[in-house]
């Protein structure tokens, strides 16, 4: 069985992990623990493709047969785990997957893509959150003054360049917008108009909505908790707005 790919993007900090334990719920979907090296692939993808057109690369390799061997390595990579589950769809929800959406919509045609946005200022603080988590975890440590997880300043202004370039492949206009291969998720709709919203992303993605992801806590979720982006207790949180306009929390 060949996996179908669902791939998140957003500034960190936006919910990604929550929409992904609602959808792990789901018995069609694999939604795994966070694959941070796709972007190392991608980058690795585009330097192979810019030198078929500069060196002698293509002696040995055609654009056609370059795409297939990074689309057949992705999904052998990423799709042995929903194999392993048993599971049709896999959601991958790291989310720097934003800036690689176009390459992965070339090499990918069948995938869906979500774009999630959340308010600045709880982005901010949920960053800040990780940065004392951080220097607490390790006495000592000390962080760039210029630093997101230091600087609220920085890490608006990496937002707001995140939320332009967002906008700018997934917003109206773009090809993956005109082509239904992508919607935009608002955090504070998901928290607050959560049913609605979830079936929604269901309708996108081709699934039925199965009222199991209502309540993401109730089940187990193969999340790698390092206790600093990721609290032991994030699994097993209710979906909540507690967080919602500069209360933090991720």
Not at 119 to 125: H, K, T
Request: neutral net charge; contains cysteine.
């Amino acid at each position: 069985m060949e996996a179908r790919f669902v791939f998140f993007g957003a500034m960190g900090r936006s919910g990604t992990n929550l929409l992904r334990n609602m959808l792990d719920c789901h018995p069609q979907i694999a939604a795994g623990p966070e694959f941070n090296y796709l972007e190392h692939i991608i980058k690795l993808y585009r330097t192979l493709r810019d030198g078929l057109n500069h060196t002698g690369a293509s002696a040995y390799c055609s654009a056609p047969q370059l795409d297939q061997l990074m689309r057949d390595f992705i999904a052998h990579m990423l799709g042995s785990y929903a194999q392993r589950k048993g599971r049709e769809i896999i959601v991958k929800k790291t989310p720097s997957n934003l800036w690689y959406f176009m390459e992965l919509a070339h090499l990918f045609p069948d995938a869906r893509f979500v774009h999630i946005v959340r308010d600045g200022r709880d982005v901010c603080c949920s960053h800040l959150d990780v940065g004392r988590r951080m220097i607490k975890a390790h006495e000592g440590r000390t962080l760039p003054a210029d630093s997101p997880l230091t600087s609220a300043y920085h890490c608006g202004g990496l937002w707001t360049e995140t939320i332009r370039f967002g906008m700018q492949i997934c917003g109206p206009g773009s090809p993956l917008y005109e082509s239904g291969r992508v919607i935009t998720v608002r955090y504070v709709d998901l928290v607050t108009n959560t049913e609605n919203e979830l079936r929604r992303i269901c309708d996108h993605i081709g699934v039925s909505f199965q009222a199991e992801m209502l309540r993401p806590e109730r089940y187990q979720h193969d999340t790698y908790i390092d206790g600093i982006w990721v609290d032991p207790q994030d699994p097993y949180r209710p979906v909540s707005a507690a967080s919602v306009e500069g209360a933090g929390a991720a």
